[in-house]
C-alpha cells in the first residue's frame, strides 16, 4: 500500500510538467508522459532493494547503467542549451545539434532514460519489473518517432539527412 501511496505522489509531482503535452495527444510529450510513469513504478517498485548486495555483478550491471544514464542526460541536455539556442525551453531549440552524442545517435536524452529504465530493472530484477522497463523502452521508442517527425517539419532536409547517418539510440546498432 505504501509504494502505491508513493507512486501516486510521484505522479502528481510530475503531472503539472506534462498537462500541455496530455492536451496534444500526437505530441512526442504525450507518450513521454507514459515513459515517465513507467520508469516511475518501476523505481517504486525497487527502491527497497536499492542497495542490496552492493557488490553483486547485478548491482555492478545496474550501476553502470545508471551512470550511463547521467552522463548521456547531462551531456545531451548541455548540448541542447548550449548549441541548441532553445527558445524557452530546452527542447524547443532553434539550431539543430549533430556534435558530441548527437553526432552518433539522434536522441541521447531519451537513450538515458532507456539506460535508467534497466539500471532500475537490474537493482531488483522481476517479471513486473521487466514488463515496466519494456513498456518504458517501448514508449520512449514512440516519443522519438514521433519527435522525429516533428523535426522533419521543423528542419526539414537538414534533419532528413541526419537521420540517414545516425542511429536512435545505441551507435552503430539501433
Known amino acids: 500500500m505504501a509504494q502505491v501511496l508513493e507512486f501516486v505522489v510521484l505522479s502528481l509531482l510530475v503531472l503539472p510538467l506534462s498537462l500541455e503535452s496530455l492536451k496534444k495527444p500526437r505530441s512526442h510529450g504525450f507518450t513521454r508522459f507514459f515513459a515517465f510513469e513507467s520508469l516511475l513504478l518501476l523505481l517504486v517498485l525497487n527502491l527497497p532493494r536499492w542497495f542490496d548486495e552492493p557488490l553483486s555483478l547485478l548491482q555492478v550491471i545496474s550501476w553502470l547503467l545508471l551512470l550511463t544514464s547521467l552522463v548521456l542526460a547531462v551531456h545531451g541536455y548541455r548540448l541542447l542549451r548550449v548549441i541548441g539556442s532553445p527558445m524557452g525551453h530546452f527542447e524547443n531549440t532553434t539550431r539543430l545539434v549533430i556534435v ?75
Open 100 to 174: 558530441g552524442a548527437y553526432k552518433h545517435i539522434r536522441h541521447p536524452m531519451y537513450a538515458s532514460l532507456i539506460a535508467l529504465a534497466w539500471g532500475i530493472f537490474f537493482k531488483s530484477p522481476s517479471f513486473a519489473g521487466g514488463l515496466l522497463a519494456f513498456a518504458a523502452v517501448s514508449f520512449l521508442y514512440l516519443t522519438a518517432r514521433r519527435e522525429e517527425a516533428e523535426n522533419r517539419t521543423k528542419f526539414g532536409a537538414e534533419y532528413v539527412a541526419y537521420i540517414a547517418g545516425t542511429k536512435m539510440f545505441v551507435p552503430h546498432l539501433f
